[in-house]
């Protein structure tokens, strides 16, 4: 059979609940799964991924056998966002503004509302490897292979606040501490770990930990997740104490996320998704899993509405995961892979930056 084509959300919507209605389409069935002759176009529905740990097969289905009946995920808007790959994303916390950045050596500032520039950030001199937004002020922080990490003011962007030099290595993630304005944290790819004092322009400390991906526990603000190799740490953000080593993958991590509670850690790599629980109880258990071969899991967020439902970055394609019922669901996406995803629980929206150069909104 040709190349697999994978039904957008709202004709997944309209094929499946019309043929429930008796609307009379014509089905066809082949060995990869169900096929619907639509228009003339033959659309085929996706096989189920993997099951593991003894797991049943995740369940596919229409959106509203996905989630609660009025449910809805679709494209709203988009834009080209980049001369080259586009490779991280966040949005301000107010959701007004979107940040992307990548390959380009710019970091571009976007009105979420019209998807239109507001200013581009051009100081790193090699690609930039992540974007964040302080939780409680428009500042946002860059980091990038030229070993640098850089805060601006997002309304006054001619030049950086200031620009924090000290790693050895690149630098591959950074975060803004949820209660702490003044408090970012960076890794690099020696597994460097520092904390910078934006007021003092200083490093205050230092240690390691962490290479891929680094992101401290919304609200509470009292762990650090710093993803190594196939290994996520979660370290005390006081005292750098590794409070637990949640392992499990057989597979390098590319990216982790937390649940806007921080009651809940999502570890993102190519064959498979782990959801872990660091609230009250059983910490550090891996409480829900989802294992598949084909799909290149890269990038992953908690859907800013409903909290069971976990929105998973593939190549050229977003996974919708029902963790609680474990049905997934699969929708078109990009030309390329979607190495970071982002989202914003003031608007509802979710923002994926792809390696096609595209940034796009969902809801």
Known sequence: MGQRKVVGQMAVFEVWEGDELGLG??????????????CGQR???????????????????????????EF????VSSVQASTSKVICCQFSSDGKLLASG???????????DTLKTKTTLEEHSMLITDVRFSPSMLRLATSSLDKTVRVWDADSTSYSLRTFTGHSASVMSLDFHPNTD?????CDGDGEIRYWVIKNACCARVFKGGIVQIRFQPRHGRYLAAAAENVVSILDVETQACRHSLQGHT??????????SGEFLASVSVDSIRVWTLG????????????CNDKKFHSCVFHPTYSSLL?????QSLELWNMSENKTMTLSAHDGLIAALAVSTVSGLVASASHDKIVKLWK
């Open 311 to 315: 929105v998973i970055g593939c190549y």
């Open 25 to 38: 389409l014509d089905l066809d069935y082949e060995a990869s799964g169900l096929c619907l002759l639509v």
């Open 280 to 291: 009250s109880g059983n910490e550090g258990e891996c409480v829900h899993e989802l294992s």
């Open 182 to 186: 003044d408090l970012i944290c960076s």
């Open 43 to 69: 659309r085929c529905r996706p096989m189920e991924p993997r099951a593991s740990r003894g797991w049943q097969q995740a369940d596919r289905g229409s959106p509203t056998s996905l989630m609660h009946p």
């Open 102 to 112: 990548g390959h380009d050596k710019k970091a571009v500032l976007w009105y979420t």
């Open 72 to 75: 809805t995920f679709t494209e």
């Open 251 to 260: 597979e390098p991590i590319h990216s982790v996320c937390w649940d806007p």
